[in-house]
């Protein structure tokens, strides 16, 4: 699954092994799957979104609902609120004062702002 991460131009290759695995052994594969579904890169993107639509079709679609929302609250949990803070005021000081770009800086503070909303 590294390689997907890493490489996208080799992700089409391997769709086919994944879903061959998939159908095989469901239970070893979902959460690699599940962690490539939220990835950045589009093609692997895909790759995890066909892997899941087979599980679905298999008749696994709570296994793939009950992990998606695993790896999704593993996440949120995972880094804390001074984390992401400090994390988000550094990069925002660097779009400011290295770039003088208040665009960049504000789209970086918006979501920080955003989730003590939904804390509250």
Same mark, same amino acid.
């Given at each position: 699954?590294?390689? *997907?991460? =890493?490489?996208? =131009? ?6 086919? #092994? *994944? ?18 579904? &939220? ?10 979104? $066909? ?14 609902? &009950? ?7 593993? @996440?949120?949990?995972? /880094?804390?609120?001074?984390? @992401?803070?400090?994390?988000? #005021?550094?990069?925002? /000081?660097?779009?400011? *004062? =290295? $770039?003088? &770009?208040? @665009? ?11 989730? *003590? &909303? @939904?804390? /509250?």
């Amino acid at each position: 699954m590294a390689v *997907l991460a =890493g490489v996208s =131009g080799l992700a089409l290759p391997y769709t086919h #092994i *994944l879903v061959k695995a998939a159908r095989s052994c469901p239970y070893e594969i979902i959460y690699s799957v599940c962690e490539l579904h &939220n990835s950045e890169t589009p093609e692997v993107t895909e790759v995890a979104k $066909q892997v899941i639509g087979v599980l679905r079709e298999c008749g696994h679609s709570a296994l793939i609902d &009950n992990a998606l929302m695993f790896t999704r609250e593993l @996440k949120r949990v995972a /880094s804390s609120w001074i984390e @992401k803070w400090y994390f988000g #005021i550094e990069e925002a /000081s660097r779009f400011w *004062l =290295g $770039q003088r &770009n208040f @665009k960049d800086m504000w789209e970086v503070f918006v979501p920080l702002y955003e989730s *003590l &909303n @939904k804390v /509250s």
